[in-house]
Nanobody
């Protein structure tokens, strides 16, 4: 049974930092063509991609977080991370960790939430001005 568990959310003031973690069980991040991603969803809005990482370590970011957020993974620990710096009130949302298989997409993890197979329960991030 694949399980993803996020942690590290909380409340911070604008300009602050948070580090989200995602612990995986039931499979290995290093499995060929498995991609991982962080998504977020604010009330009344569609879930959007924040950052993704391919099985070869290639990372991609939404324009809104480039230069502020960093996605990384530790294959030995089956862990995924999202370092968030210079947080803004617009970053307030529920943040989700996700995993999917992307062999049919040239092993490129997409920013489309529908392409992902497994999801965590989410962790809330609130940024106050």
């Amino acid at each position: 049974q694949v399980q993803l568990v996020e942690s590290g959310g909380g409340s911070v003031q604008a300009g602050g930092s948070l580090r989200l973690s995602c612990a995986a069980s039931g499979y290995s991040y290093s499995r060929n063509c498995m991609g991982m991603g962080w998504f977020r969803q604010a009330p009344g809005k569609e879930r959007e991609g924040v950052a993704t990482i391919d099985s070869d370590g290639t990372t991609r970011y939404a324009d809104s977080v480039k230069g502020r957020f960093t996605i990384s993974q530790d294959n030995a620990k089956n862990a995924l991370y999202l370092q968030m710096n210079s947080l803004k009130p617009d970053d307030t949302a529920m943040y989700y960790c996700a995993a999917g298989f992307f062999r049919h997409r040239l092993c490129i993890a997409t920013m489309t939430f529908r392409d992902y197979n497994y999801w965590g329960q989410g962790t809330q991030v609130t940024v106050s001005s």
